[in-house]
């Protein structure tokens, strides 16, 4: 899948040095995931109800 197309985001928490971020883009099946200071690097496709309930359950911490 080619992934140029689609918008990756950083939170807003992210500092602005970069530093150990992830960025995050809505891919068509699935919640893309990637560090920041490796955009070519290995990235994890997590599909859309997944990652609602791994966000879910980091909020709940």
Request: proline share 7%; aromatic share 6%.
């Given at each position: 899948?080619?992934?140029?197309?689609?918008?990756?985001?950083?939170?807003s928490?992210?500092?602005?040095n970069g530093?150990?971020?992830?960025?995050?883009?809505d891919l068509?099946?699935?919640?893309?995931?990637?560090?920041?200071?490796?955009?070519d690097?290995?990235q994890?496709?997590?599909?859309?109800?997944?990652?609602?309930?791994?966000?879910k359950a980091?909020?709940?911490?």
């Amino acid at each position: 899948m080619e992934l140029t197309q689609y918008r990756w985001r950083k939170s807003s928490y992210s500092a602005a040095n970069g530093g150990d971020c992830i960025e995050v883009a809505d891919l068509p099946t699935a919640i893309g995931v990637r560090d920041s200071k490796d955009p070519d690097g290995p990235q994890l496709h997590i599909p859309h109800d997944a990652f609602k309930q791994l966000t879910k359950a980091i909020k709940n911490l």
